[in-house]
């Protein structure tokens, strides 16, 4: 009875799913999902195309145990148009699957690993194994804390993944920490089974240390007869130098004539320093390989070996550089940016300075607000005042952030008028744009900046060596101090402003130099002005006796009775024409028939950007009712009035038709027949005609008053005090913000006349062709974000670290500086007892040199672009002599040895029997061993397995994928 109850209680379901089936339900529902099992074959990889080539990753997540773990899978992205049609399951089952083929193939040995050159590195499982695509089961926490049984739980549950759902591709589970990289998978295919495997310790095992007990390792995994076929082996040393003795980094020194030698990297104020502080290369790999070794024939023990670096077949170099190598270009535009984000104001940074220089500086409005304040002053102004005087007293204000030493040279170099003996004059065409062929400079003449070598270019170099070099923001913020005071100088004297495009404000040019424009256009005005009123002055009585014939009388040519009778009548006192400049060669006037007169009007008034798009906001502003129209529409008929009313002071008896035949001639439509002065009749336009036109309104209310008399439409005096105030008023950080567009265009000029001194790099015309559109960008922006000019000065940095790399790869396997040009100092090129002396070109071993010029060309370029390059001619070519050549001082010179004999090139002490080794001890070892065996019995069908042993100081990995038969065991 009780058992009876106990069953009726107690019933457990076996047919619901664990939270393990349906773990492994959902590998195998993602695996079928991304179409795994209908993978098609690849075509063959090329040689280094696991590093070269794009790799793919796809991720889904997946929960067991309260864990969160991730599938990814690494695919490499190959050209499809060989591939297979047929699916692998459709295949022969005899022949091997894509895993198998490409874990054998040798192309895929040692694939070069990216050092800083901008290329992604392959998945390590790619570099060991040489697979192209594999799946990744891992946790997102990592799973370090996992004990060993649930390690097997999750190798049992990708077993039974890949074989329910015929995955033909490998799957492996990480374990252990994610830096670490210790993978363990299965990959399972046509009957074969692959284990992949993997050892990872601190210190390598003193059985493991050479390639005798490798093989040992390897073999008794196997556990198979082995005779079939033998061990095949490749083996890769890898030789670091980071010691160029022979070859050391120099870069320009200062001119000390040049601000005391104070500028490194630049000879001339007006340029920017450009080149690295240090050598951008800080080490150098050698890779020495033996691809594809029979068994028997190497012997690598603790006694001997065979594998010693100049015998090996082939070499390959690769370079690592700098990270982020100290460039002085990148370095200037950066420390100025942090000097456009400067949130104090002149006066924080200056303090008494702009107090002495305000009080020696008095002018008429400090006498008129002298009179208008009140007799009781201030307490801020008494202590302001008296401490005013107490350091006019002591003989001016405390040090200026700026000596004399440094700002007389930078002031004369930005006015170089102000010295009669000045070796920097600025260009008679300044401002005038010039075509160019090179599409990169044609694209640097789109920036909105300022003309090249101007006044504003100048400022912007001068401030940047100021922030960097010669006081920082301080000194930055006087040197700008000085300049508004001698713009103000030059307005109160009228002294035209050097290196400033003539005319008017150039909308085309950055804002700055629109304002400098503005100030020259008020200064010729000014001049004008004055040089006017000293004529009229003297020619006032002239003026008054004029003959009655010029105004009064009849031309030669004026019809007779015009007017009435044979004479014409004179002109009354109160309208006498006025401002004439010339007589019309055609027109007359249409009621009187005398000559039409061109008047002297008033010139039109210039405008920068920001005043043209203040006046848009008042006219936006008004509104649009009809009482905003008509004053939106007087206030762009000013300049339309002044021109009437000096028309009508031309030209007495005048009507609209008239103004409008000389002003608007469009407006103007001819008509059949002539007048009786024998012109052409007409009438007006109709937009003319239309009922309250502002023409027909502005006629009507302007009087006959001569240019000379009226109000100035353009007031220079109010302009240039305008200017001087938006100068004086602008915060330090403004000011770099207004140089920014000219000191961006500066760098990339620069960075272009640089490349064009060098070979063409396949890198280098895109980098500079970003940069030149970026900066044309930010130059436009109706806004300056210093976030935005970050990207360019990293643009600037990457641009010249290039050259610098490329001068420095030149300057070690060419012997040439390729930097040169405007006083660049190269690098020493002597290579000790290694250097390879280039013979007398006019001989007939000339072409030689210069075909080994350009071999040598031709690497340096291939190993700018590829993490590793394959040396010409292996260890016996030129390069290579070069290469020993390093090694070798480097050796000489961590031994403290005097000078040795120069070696000759037959000579090879490092190969263990001529004297010690020039070569130090390899930093990383690799091999990788090969065999196809019958597994796990000798009946079993015959598998490949592959072990891929890397060697270093502290680390030792064995990277291993053993196949057994699952048919025949």
Not at 634 to 654: H, T, V, Y
Request: some cysteine.
């Amino acid at each position: 009875m009780n058992e009876e109850i106990d069953d009726q209680d107690f019933h457990y379901d076996f047919t619901a799913a664990s939270e393990w089936e349906m773990f492994m339900f959902r590998l195998e529902e993602i695996i079928r999902e991304w179409k795994i099992p209908q993978l098609k074959r690849g075509p063959l990889l090329k040689k280094g195309e696991l590093s070269t080539g794009k790799w793919e990753t796809k991720t889904e997540n997946i929960n067991f145990a309260d864990v969160e773990f991730r599938l990814t899978r690494h695919r490499l992205l190959v050209d499809s148009s060989d591939d297979i049609s047929s699916p692998l399951d459709e295949e022969n089952e005899e022949s091997k699957s894509q895993v198998l083929e490409d874990i054998m193939r040798f192309e895929h040995d040692f694939p070069p690993h990216s050092m800083n050159n901008g290329t992604p590195q392959p998945h390590p499982l790619a570099v060991w194994y040489g697979i192209r695509d594999f799946l990744i089961l891992s946790a997102w926490s990592g799973i370090s804390s996992y004990s060993e049984s649930k390690v097997k739980i999750l190798l049992s549950s990708i077993y039974v993944a890949v074989n329910n759902s015929n995955c033909p591709i490998p799957l492996f589970v990480q374990v252990h920490e994610t830096a670490e990289h210790y993978y363990l998978g299965v990959c399972e295919a046509r009957g074969l089974r692959t284990e992949f495997e993997m050892i990872h310790l601190r210190r390598t095992p003193p059985h493991c240390k050479y390639l005798t007990g490798l093989l040992n390792v390897f073999k008794s995994k196997i556990t198979s007869a082995m005779s079939t076929e033998p061990v095949t082996i490749s083996v890769q040393f890898t030789y670091i130098l980071t010691d160029w003795t022979s070859n050391k980094w120099t870069q320009e020194p200062p001119d000390f004539d040049f601000l005391n030698g104070q500028t490194l990297g630049v000879k001339e104020l007006g340029k920017l320093p450009f080149g690295a502080t240090f050598d951008p290369v800080s080490e150098l790999q050698l890779y020495a390989r033996w691809p594809q070794l029979a068994e028997a024939a190497v012997v690598d023990s603790e006694s001997y070996s065979d594998l010693e670096p100049c015998r090996a077949p082939e070499w390959s170099v690769g370079v690592r550089m700098v990270e982020r190598p100290n460039c002085l270009l990148g370095e200037h535009f950066d420390e100025f940016l942090q000097f456009c984000l400067c949130k104090s104001t002149a006066r924080d940074l200056l303090g008494d300075i702009i107090d002495v220089a305000t009080a020696e500086n008095i002018n008429l409005s400090s006498s008129l607000s002298a009179i208008t304040e009140s007799r009781v002053p201030t307490i801020s102004k008494v202590i302001r005042k008296a401490k005013v005087q107490h350091q006019l007293s002591k003989g001016g204000s405390r040090d200026a952030p700026l000596s004399h030493d440094y700002l007389l040279p930078i002031l004369y170099f930005l006015f170089p008028d102000a010295d009669s003996k000045s070796e920097n004059p600025y260009a008679e065409n300044i401002g005038s744009h010039h075509s160019s062929d090179n599409r990169q400079e044609e694209q640097l003449l789109n920036i909105k900046s300022a003309p090249v070598d101007s006044l504003v270019w100048r400022l912007a170099i001068v401030m940047s060596h100021v922030v960097h070099t010669l006081g920082g923001i301080r000194a930055a913020a006087y040197l700008w101090f000085e300049f508004t005071q001698e713009m103000r100088y030059r307005w109160d004297k009228c002294i035209l402003i050097p290196g400033v495009a003539p005319g008017d404000p150039d909308l085309r040019t950055c804002l700055l130099h629109q304002k400098l424009q503005m100030l020259n256009r008020c200064i010729e005005r000014r001049l004008a002005r004055e040089r006017e009123a000293r004529a009229t002055s003297v020619d006032t009585e002239d003026t008054d006796t004029e003959s009655d014939e010029e105004f009064f009388d009849c031309s030669a040519d004026a019809p007779a009775g015009a007017g009435g009778g044979g004479d014409r009548p004179r002109h009354s006192l109160w309208n006498r024409p006025a401002g004439r400049l010339s007589r019309h060669p055609q027109l007359r006037l249409l009621r009187t028939g005398e000559p039409l007169y061109v008047p002297v009007t008033q010139q039109h008034t210039p405008k920068t950007e920001d005043q043209q798009q203040e006046d848009e906001d008042v006219l936006v502003q008004l509104g649009t009712d009809e009482r905003a129209a008509q004053l939106r529409a007087r206030i762009m008929s000013a300049a339309l009035l002044s021109d009437m009313e000096c028309f009508k002071a031309a030209n007495p008896g005048a009507v609209l038709e008239d103004f409008i035949r000389w002003y608007s001639p469009p407006d103007w439509k001819e008509e059949d027949g002539v007048d009786e002065f024998g012109q052409k009749k007409g009438c007006l336009s109709v937009r003319m005609q239309l009922k309250g036109n502002p023409w027909v309104e502005a006629w009507e209310a302007a009087k006959p008053v001569p240019a000379r008399r009226q109000k100035r439409l353009f007031d220079d005096t109010r302009e240039a005090e305008k200017v001087l105030h938006w100068l004086e008023a602008s915060r330090p950080a403004d000011v770099g913000r207004l140089l920014l567009a000219p000191l961006s265009h500066a760098a990339a000029v620069a960075l272009l006349s640089r490349a064009a001194q060098q070979p063409p790099l396949p890198r280098l015309p895109p980098l500079l062709a970003s940069l030149g559109r970026r900066a044309e960008r930010l130059s436009r922006a109706p806004r300056v974000d210093v976030r935005d000019y970050e990207k360019l000065s990293h643009e600037i940095a990457s641009a010249e670290a290039l050259m610098a790399q490329a001068r420095s790869l030149m300057s070690k396997f060419c012997g040439e500086d390729v930097v040169g040009g405007d006083g660049d100092a190269g690098a020493s090129t002597s290579s000790g007892s290694g250097s390879v002396s280039g013979p007398d070109p006019g001989s007939s071993a000339g072409s030689s040199s210069s075909a080994a010029s350009e071999e040598a060309r031709r690497f340096v370029y291939a190993l700018l672009q590829a993490p590793r390059a394959d040396l010409p001619g292996g260890p016996r070519g030129l390069l290579a002599a070069r290469v020993r050549a390093f090694f070798a001082e480097a050796h000489k010179a961590s031994h403290m040895l005097a000078d040795p004999e120069v070696l000759d090139e037959g000579d090879e002490p490092w190969s263990g029997s001529g004297g010690p080794s020039a070569f130090p001890q390899p930093a990383r070892r690799e091999f990788i061993l090969r065999a196809v065996a019958p597994r796990p019995s000798p009946c079993s069908q015959p598998a490949p397995h592959k072990m891929c042993a890397v060697l270093q100081r502290h680390d030792f990995r064995i990277a291993a994928c053993f196949t057994l038969d699952t048919t025949f065991h």
